[in-house]
T-cell receptor, first 113, second 112 residues
Framework: GAVVSQHPSWVICKSGTSVKIECRSL??????MFWYRQFPKQSLMLMAT?????????EQGVEKDKFLINHASLTLSTLTVTSAHPEDSSFYIC?????????FGQGTRLTVV | LAKTTQPISMDSYEGQEVNITCSHN???????ITWYQQFPSQGPRFIIQ???TKVTNEVASLFIPADRKSSTLSLPRVSLSDTAVYYC?????????????FGAGTRLFVKA
């Protein structure tokens, strides 16, 4: 199947700094990508829909100024967590659509200290 | 999007067949049913997708009754490595793909 790669796999940052997470579709083009957040023992929560060449669509309750999404090419979407705080520590997962099927990245473990 | 209800957890033993049922009473006419598997600290992995009746692939079968208000994921002869969380998703295609919303999932524990 199609491959979606996230980078980095894990990151530790200091409170108040910004962190960028990349999501790449390696062998296909994806006009639509999704970003999720998952806390321990919980399900994935959809944060936003990333559309190539246009603004992302955020789910209710997700701060668009804190979680900046850029989908500048058909193979790359980035999520930047700005002014990160310990409560932003979580597992962030992206997915990219190929047809009607969603392929997921391996996730990025963010720890804010 | 149709809401889904799954058992929170299930236990099984190696070699047994496991059936996980998902209820989706409000499924719409153009909704598809998709199952994903997730291991700890990994992204979900697609297992199977169907619209009606039965779908089978190399890893699982998906049974969907005529009213489509539920579906059952069947894993034949599970092994320890099948211990994971299994998610049932129901939704319409949007812009050529799914806006995948995850429910709570079912934690499957396979014992030796």
């Amino acid at each position: 199947g199609a491959v979606v790669s996230q980078h980095p796999s894990w990151v530790i940052c200091k409170s108040g700094t910004s962190v960028k997470i990349e999501c790449r579709s390696l062998d296909f083009q994806a006009t639509t990508m999704f970003w999720y957040r998952q806390f321990p023992k919980q399900s994935l929560m959809l944060m936003a829909t990333s559309n190539e060449g246009s603004k992302a669509t955020y789910e209710q309750g997700v701060e668009k100024d804190k979680f900046l999404i850029n989908h500048a090419s058909l193979t790359l979407s980035t999520l930047t967590v700005t002014s990160a705080h310990p409560e932003d520590s979580s597992f962030y997962i992206c997915s990219a659509l190929q047809g009607a099927e969603a392929f997921f990245g391996q996730g990025t473990r963010l720890t804010v200290v | 999007l149709a809401k889904t209800t799954q058992p929170i957890s299930m236990d099984s033993y190696e070699g047994q067949e496991v059936n996980i049922t998902c209820s989706h009473n409000n499924i719409a006419t153009n909704d598809y049913i998709t199952w994903y598997q997730q291991f700890p600290s990994q992204g979900p992995r697609f297992i199977i997708q169907g619209y009606k009746t039965k779908v089978t692939n190399e890893v699982a079968s998906l049974f969907i009754p005529a009213d489509r208000k539920s579906s059952t994921l069947s894993l034949p002869r599970v092994s320890l490595s099948d211990t994971a969380v299994y998610y049932c998703l129901v939704g319409p295609p949007i812009l050529g793909g799914f806006k995948t919303i995850f429910g709570a999932g079912t934690r499957l524990f396979v014992k030796a």
